[in-house]
């Protein structure tokens, strides 16, 4: 029996994640809840579900959420879905405060359900690679970690749009917590290991947005010695 989804938040990231959702023989997309009722109803026409005003309108009819939105409002959705017995996929980050991921994690594990964050380089061949060249010792110990980011701007085609979710703090938190937290979780995994003392610099070249951080060295020093840096732009 398929499990039955609903998405939640259908801007640029739902496309891919419907795409994935409708090829899976296991999964079947049964409605969408978004604040933009357009947006909302177009996607779920494409995918053959209903659109919901409210996620609470549609939790007694699906088995899991897929939190897409913006991270500002990432906690109370999954916390909602948790509450209601749902398993929950969330967007990275899974949240802008460390305690309020610290809250969606323990509810989950209250509850006995999933609570998976969207960190897909994991599954990247490459990735999985290295991580097993790591663990089998063939590079020997590992000193240091090094990362280098480079991306095409919030909202892409390398322009920093003003208009985009990304560049609005109250819905965001900057590059260093949405598109780092992909090489942080990178590093950990590969390295199996944690950090224990983070230093960093962040800064914004943007004269239009002068606090939002596109900018970020930031240096690691992990439990088993390992020094990471995580450079990014």
């Not at 909202?155 to 780092?180: F, K, P, Y």
Request: some cysteine; overall charge negative; aromatic content about 8%.
């Amino acid at each position: 029996m398929a499990i039955k989804v609903i998405v939640v938040g259908t801007g640029g990231i739902a496309r891919r994640h419907g795409e994935a959702l409708v090829e899976n023989e296991n999964a079947e997309i049964i409605g969408a809840v978004d604040v933009d009722a357009a947006k909302m109803e177009a996607y779920a026409a494409k995918h053959g579900g209903k659109s919901y005003a409210s996620l609470s309108k549609c939790l007694s009819d699906v088995d899991a959420i897929y939190v897409l939105t913006p991270p500002s409002f990432r906690r109370q959705y999954a916390i909602e879905a948790i509450e209601a017995g749902k398993h929950v996929f969330c967007e990275k980050p899974l949240a802008i405060e460390p305690e309020d991921g610290k809250t969606i994690a323990e509810a989950a594990q209250k509850k006995g359900v999933i609570a998976m964050t969207g960190f897909n380089q994991r599954y990247r061949t490459g990735y999985g690679r290295l991580k097993d060249i790591v663990a089998s010792g063939e590079l020997g110990e590992v000193y240091h970690f090094w990362c280098h980011r480079f991306g095409m701007g919030a909202g892409g085609n390398g322009q920093v749009r003003l208009d985009n979710w990304r560049t609005n703090a109250d819905l965001c938190c900057g590059m260093t917590i949405e598109s780092l937290s992909h090489d942080i979780d990178l590093m950990r995994w590969i390295l199996d290991d944690e950090a224990v003392t983070v230093t960093g610099y962040v800064h914004s070249t943007v004269v239009d947005l002068p606090d939002f951080d596109n900018s970020a060295q930031v240096l690691i020093k992990m439990k088993k010695g390992t020094s990471a840096v995580i450079n990014a732009s």
